[in-house]
C-alpha cells in the first residue's frame, strides 16, 4: 500500500517481474507466475527495501503487501516483444526552459520498455504544454539520443527468475532492429551531416535521433494534448502534484486505432515551507555551492559530512566500481546515522553507467542533498522522470546541477579542503567539518546555497 502512498511513494523499491509466457506446457507458465509473484512480495525484505523503509521511519510490519499482474503493453515482432512509445509525465517541472512555467509539467519518452525511461537512461524530454518547443541543439540531440531500447525475447523459454532477477527475460538491443521493424517511422529522424540538419529520409546514411517529430511537431496522434489534460484532471483530483507511467501502441493492425495506456498515477510530493533566501547577504566566493536552478525547499542546519567525488580519478567507464564504493560509504553513514552531502559527476541513480553513477537508491539513502556536475567531456543531464528522481522528490532532498561552466552556478570543491578527511576510497573522500554547514534551499525561486560557518 505505500508503492503510491499520498504521504511517501515506495517509488520503485519493490520488485517487478515481466514473464514472455511462452513454453509449450501451461503447467511451466503457472509456474513460473507463482514463483514470480512470490518473488515480488519477498521483495518487502530485501536490503535496498529495508534501507528504504529506515531512511523515511517507516516500519516494515505496517505494510501491506498485494501483488499486480497487468499485461505487458506491445507488439510482437519476430523474436521480440515491446512497447513502441513508453514514458512517464510529471505535473511539475523543477527544470523549465525558455518561456515554459514550472506548472506546465513536463514528460519524458522512449521506445521499447518502460525501464529504460525509469531508469533514467537517456530519454526524449518534452513540455506538454509546448510539445514543439526543442530543449537542446542539434548536435546536443544527436549526442544524447536513444541508441538502444529493452524487449522482451520471447525465444528465451527457460528464465530464470532467483538468479537473473528481473531483468530475466529482458534482451538490450540496438536501435536499428526497431528501425527494420518499421517502428521508427513516426518516432525518429535522420542527421543529415552535410546540411547540419535533421530529416525524415530513413533512406539516407547518418545517426538516427529519437525526438518523436511526426507526433509532436506534426500531431500524427494528439500525445501532448492527452499527456496535458490527463495531468490537469489528476492533479485537481489528488490536490497535488503527480506523476504518471503511460505507453502508446501505434499497432494499426486489424483496423485498431492508436491506443494510449495509463499505466500508473502517483502522487509527486512537495512539501512547502517559507523560506527567505536573500543572496545578498551572502558572499558567493565564500560558497560551496550556489545553484539557480533546481529542486527542493528549506533550511538544513545539522549537517557537518560531505562525500565527493575525486575528480582527477574519475573514469567514465568505472562508474560501476564508484557506485559499489558508495554503497560502502553509505553504509557507514546508516550505522553512525549521519546525513551527508553527496557531490559527483554526472547522473545518480541512472541505469546507464556511461552516463552517470549505477547507484540505487538505498544506496545513498542517507545524502539530504544531492549536487551532479558537469565535467568538460562528461555532460551533464538532470535525472528526471526515474523513480529515483522520484524518491528525492518525495523525501525533499535537495537535488542541484552544475553544468560544466555555467556562468550562473558555482561549485567550490577546494572550500572542502578545509575540512576534516574522515574516509577515503579510490573515488571519494569523505569530509567532516567542525560546525555543521548552512544549507538554504528556496523552492519558489529554484536557488540554493551551502555555505560554511565560520
Request: charged share 25%; aromatic share 12%.
Amino acid at each position: 500500500l505505500f508503492e503510491d502512498s499520498m504521504q511517501q511513494p515506495f517509488s520503485g523499491v519493490y520488485r517487478t517481474y515481466i514473464l514472455p509466457n511462452n513454453q509449450e506446457s501451461e503447467s511451466e507458465r503457472l509456474n513460473q507466475l507463482c514463483l514470480a509473484i512470490k518473488l515480488v512480495y519477498a521483495s518487502i525484505f530485501t536490503d535496498s527495501a529495508r534501507n528504504y523503509f529506515q531512511a523515511v521511519n517507516y516500519k516494515i510490519e505496517e505494510e501491506k503487501m498485494a501483488v499486480i499482474i497487468q499485461e505487458l503493453v506491445g507488439t510482437a515482432k519476430d523474436q521480440y516483444y515491446y512497447t513502441q512509445i513508453s514514458g512517464v509525465a510529471q505535473s511539475y517541472n523543477y527544470y523549465p526552459f525558455s518561456y515554459m512555467q514550472p506548472e506546465d509539467g513536463f514528460s519524458v519518452a522512449a521506445i521499447g520498455l518502460g525501464m529504460y525511461v525509469v531508469g533514467g537512461e537517456k530519454s526524449h524530454r518534452f513540455c506538454p504544454r509546448y510539445p514543439k518547443l526543442e530543449l537542446n541543439a542539434i548536435p546536443d540531440q544527436v549526442k544524447d539520443s536513444q541508441t538502444h531500447f529493452y524487449a522482451v525475447d520471447l525465444k528465451k523459454q527457460n528464465i530464470d527468475l532467483i538468479n537473473e532477477g528481473e531483468d530475466a527475460a529482458i534482451v538490450k538491443l540496438p536501435l536499428k532492429i526497431a528501425e527494420s521493424e518499421g517502428n521508427l517511422l513516426h518516432m525518429a529522424e535522420v542527421f543529415d551531416f552535410e546540411n547540419q540538419r535533421l530529416i525524415g529520409d530513413f533512406t539516407k546514411r547518418g545517426p538516427r535521433v529519437v525526438n518523436f517529430s511526426n507526433i509532436l511537431k506534426y500531431d500524427h496522434i494528439p500525445l501532448a494534448k492527452t499527456l496535458k489534460i490527463l495531468l490537469n484532471f489528476f492533479e485537481e483530483a489528488m490536490g497535488t502534484p503527480v506523476e504518471i507511467e503511460y505507453a502508446v501502441d501505434l499497432n494499426l493492425e486489424n483496423d485498431k486505432l492508436p491506443t494510449f495506456y495509463l499505466l500508473q498515477i502517483k502522487p509527486l510530493i512537495q512539501k512547502e515551507y517559507e523560506v527567505d533566501l536573500n543572496l545578498e547577504e551572502y558572499n558567493p566566493d565564500d560558497a560551496i555551492l550556489y545553484a539557480s536552478k533546481g529542486m527542493g525547499n528549506g533550511q538544513y542546519s545539522h549537517i557537518k559530512d560531505v562525500i565527493y567525488m575525486d575528480i582527477d580519478k574519475f573514469e567514465k567507464t568505472e562508474t560501476g566500481e564508484m557506485a559499489k564504493e558508495m554503497r560502502m560509504l553509505n553504509k557507514l553513514m546508516v550505522e553512525e546515522d549521519r546525513e551527508y552531502i553527496l557531490i559527483g559527476p554526472g547522473r545518480w541513480g541512472t541505469r546507464d553507467k556511461f552516463t552517470g553513477i549505477p547507484v540505487l537508491w538505498s544506496h545513498i539513502s542517507k545524502a539530504r542533498v544531492i549536487i551532479e556536475m558537469g565535467l568538460k567531456d562528461f555532460p551533464l543531464d538532470a535525472s528526471l522522470g526515474s523513480h529515483f528522481f522520484h524518491n528525492v522528490t518525495s523525501m525533499n532532498v535537495g537535488y542541484f546541477s552544475v553544468p560544466h561552466r555555467s556562468p550562473d552556478n558555482k561549485l567550490n570543491l577546494d572550500k572542502l579542503s578545509n575540512a576534516e578527511v574522515i574516509n577515503q576510497t579510490h573515488y571519494f573522500k569523505h569530509v567532516r567539518f567542525k560546525k555543521s554547514l548552512h544549507v538554504i534551499m528556496d523552492g519558489r525561486k529554484r536557488k540554493a546555497l551551502i555555505m560554511p560557518r565560520k
